[in-house]
């Protein structure tokens, strides 16, 4: 139900985030500083390891397994986030005094403390009452602190469609909960997909600091390693490579997915 004012409505939220540039296919610039970045990164773990095997091969070889746990931890916050997120978001608009003074509660609360904090308090603090292991606290922790900016990307998005397209759904026989889902949601997704893969990105970055709760992933294994080996510049320069990689590919990957998303905009 396309309306003659509608079509710039994307361009109503900006949303700034930590997390890794999205490629733009229309940029060039940003494509080569894309790909410059990935090449370089590549190419620079590629020659420490065959130049320096000794200790850079064995440095990488020793990180695989914290690269699996990373991603496990990632994923696992993602699938929670995104729902917590698209939940607060409604809250937030939501007519209903209860539910929206409870959402926004919510995002103010979470969005004031910082992440470590909250790791600390779920894996330490909340042990008095019961046990959580590392990784279920890890994933608890940074589902719930990124669900509530994943709230305010969702709420953004909404509010940025506009009111006639939720008119013209009323108009035509859909209650509420059908005009959002069937006609709001899939027109917002394509505003709220850059930010939302940011976020992801910038999740994945933040498990880093799910290593001072002896959880095994990236950063736990490099601490394990310099603590026998105390090569601290080598080991965190891998490190920091390895992450680099990671993040252009994940951020290369929301740009795909964002120009399918606009395939039909003819963009």
């Known amino acids: 139900m396309p309306e003659p004012n509608d079509t710039h409505s994307k361009g109503n939220i900006v949303m700034v985030t930590c997390g890794g540039s999205i ?3 229309r940029e060039w610039r940003l494509i080569n500083a894309w790909s410059i970045a990935l090449v370089g990164a590549v190419c620079a773990l590629f020659a420490l ?3 320096w095997p000794e200790p850079y091969l064995r440095i990488l070889l020793y990180l695989p397994d914290g690269v699996l746990i990373t991603f496990k931890i990632t994923v696992m916050s993602i699938c929670c986030a995104v729902p917590l997120g ?4 409604l809250g937030r608009i939501s007519r209903n005094r209860v539910i929206n003074l409870l959402a926004s509660t919510y995002v103010e609360v979470i969005r004031g403390i910082p992440l470590l904090v909250q790791l600390f308090y779920i894996y330490y603090a909340l042990s008095r009452f ?3 292991s590392g990784i279920t606290s890890a994933v608890i922790a940074i589902s719930v602190c990124y669900g509530a900016y994943m709230g305010e990307v969702f709420r953004a998005g909404i509010m940025a469609i506009s009111k006639g397209q939720s008119e013209a759904a009323r108009s035509l026989g859909l209650n509420r909960f059908q005009t959002m889902f069937y006609v709001v949601l899939p027109q917002a997704w394509r505003t709220i997909l ?3 893969g940011n976020e992801c990105i910038a999740m994945l970055k933040d498990t880093s600091l799910v290593s001072i709760m002896a959880v095994p992933d990236i950063m736990q294994r490099a601490r394990s390693f310099v603590g026998t080996t105390y090569l601290y510049f ?3 320069t891998v490190i920091a490579l390895i992450y680099l ?3 252009l590919v994940l951020s290369k990957c929301v740009s795909i997915m964002e120009s399918r998303l ?3 905009d003819g963009k």
């Open 262 to 264: 606009n395939y039909y």
């Open 49 to 51: 390891c065959l130049l």
């Open 130 to 132: 019961f046990q959580v």
């Open 234 to 236: 080598e080991t965190y």
């Open 23 to 25: 490629p733009d296919p």
């Open 86 to 89: 698209l939940l607060t978001g």
């Open 245 to 247: 990689i990671i993040t």
């Open 194 to 196: 850059p930010p939302v």
